[in-house]
């Protein structure tokens, strides 16, 4: 049985794209792929919760059981720390940003902003979660990073990528050219590349998006839902409406598909749910490598203005036409100005 290329070697090879790579940035993607090892057996034995324990409680070895979220946040510092390649961690997980202080970290030039498991709430109910990164070159030469250091636009990222914890597990990453997919294969320990070269196809049938909170969407995304559902052969409507709410997993469905997937700003939510830096950011950077296309409603994610680690922000991200048409009804039924009094001080009828 012949073996795919894995990811330690394929990382080895792309080294050669960038010319003046030393191989710190190989040794970060490597960090993390050794990390969301280490993550996927604990998701996998999540089932397990009740014979080894619950949350909080102290298992046999005298451990207390961690949230998997808290987890898997200190299985990816961890990594950093020994790998000495990031200097700066932004972590869902933490309301500041940490510096990664070690020995070997002194020069590192790398931040990575990361949400450790993304959909954590679905774990318990054995549905996929993700984990979803970012790397950032930093922007000062010298001294203690900053927070000027990390709120850089997306579109200054130099790598960013996802791992989905599912039916199986993949690591889909990108570095600026082009997106390739690796799937664990347990029986080695190794991710293997399996999806090469990722594309979005262009047109897609499916929409994701939480309608449950219908009512309290902008009309330009009621206008393009019930765009979806009108029947119509020439472009195979009505779509398909799919969302298991961990945003990894539908992101990657879609990809694969073709499809769209939105997160308008809503009533509880009146920038958005999503985080910029750690969630739409380093997803639109993997959907525009693959093809497609990522926007907040009428701007390109990737351009927008960082201001807060946290910050939040809409998303209609996926096949290219599919957001093209979403951004159309958004300009026609929610103009920019209807936007800005919905910020802040948005009032649902
Ligand atoms: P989390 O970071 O608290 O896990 O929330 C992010 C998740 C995404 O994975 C998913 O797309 C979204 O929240 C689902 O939210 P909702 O339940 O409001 O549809
Ligand atoms: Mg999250």
């Known amino acids: 049985m012949s073996i795919n290329m894995t990811l330690g070697q394929f990382i080895l090879e792309k080294q050669g794209d960038f010319p003046y790579a030393k191989g710190e940035l190989s040794r970060l993607l490597r960090d993390i792929g050794i990390a969301a090892k280490i993550v996927n057996r604990e998701v996998n034995k999540a089932g397990l919760v009740d014979i080894i324990g619950e949350v909080g409680s102290t298992n046999i070895q005298g451990e207390r059981q961690k949230k998997l979220d808290i987890y898997a946040n200190e299985q990816f510092i961890s990594a950093f720390q020994y790998g000495g390649e990031c200097c700066i961690v932004v972590s869902e997980e933490n309301d500041e940003f940490i510096h990664i202080e070690s020995e070997v970290s002194k020069d590192a030039k790398y931040i990575v902003a990361i949400d450790p498991l993304d959909g954590s709430s679905n774990i318990d109910v054995n549905v996929s979660v993700g984990t979803v990164f970012s790397i950032y ?67 897609g049938t499916i929409y994701s998006i939480n309608e449950g909170y219908y009512t309290h969407f902008p009309d330009g995304v009621k206008k393009y839902i019930k765009y979806c559902q009108v029947e119509d052969s020439k472009t195979n409507r009505p779509y398909t409406s799919r969302y298991i709410g961990s945003m990894v997993a539908d992101i990657h469905r879609n990809i694969i598909l073709g499809g769209i997937f939105i997160y308008p700003i809503t009533a509880s939510a009146p920038n958005g749910k999503l985080r910029l830096v750690y969630e739409c950011n380093p997803i639109a950077f993997i959907i525009e490598q693959a093809g497609g296309k990522a926007s907040n409603g009428y701007q390109r994610i990737l351009d927008l203005e960082v201001t807060e680690l946290h910050q939040r922000s809409a998303i209609f991200m996926g096949s290219e036409n599919m957001v093209n048409k979403a951004e159309e009804m958004m300009a026609c039924f929610s103009p920019q100005q209807t936007k800005r009094n919905f910020e802040g001080t948005m009032v649902i009828q």
């Open 137 to 203: 070159r930093r922007k000062s030469v010298d001294g203690k990073a900053t927070l000027d250091d990390i709120l850089q636009k997306g579109v200054e990222q130099v790598a960013a990528g996802y791992v989905i914890y599912g039916s199986s597990t993949m690591l889909v990453y990108t570095t600026g050219k082009g997106v390739n997919g690796f799937t664990l294969d347990p029986s080695i320990g190794e991710f293997c590349l399996s999806h090469p070269d990722m594309r979005i196809p262009k047109d």
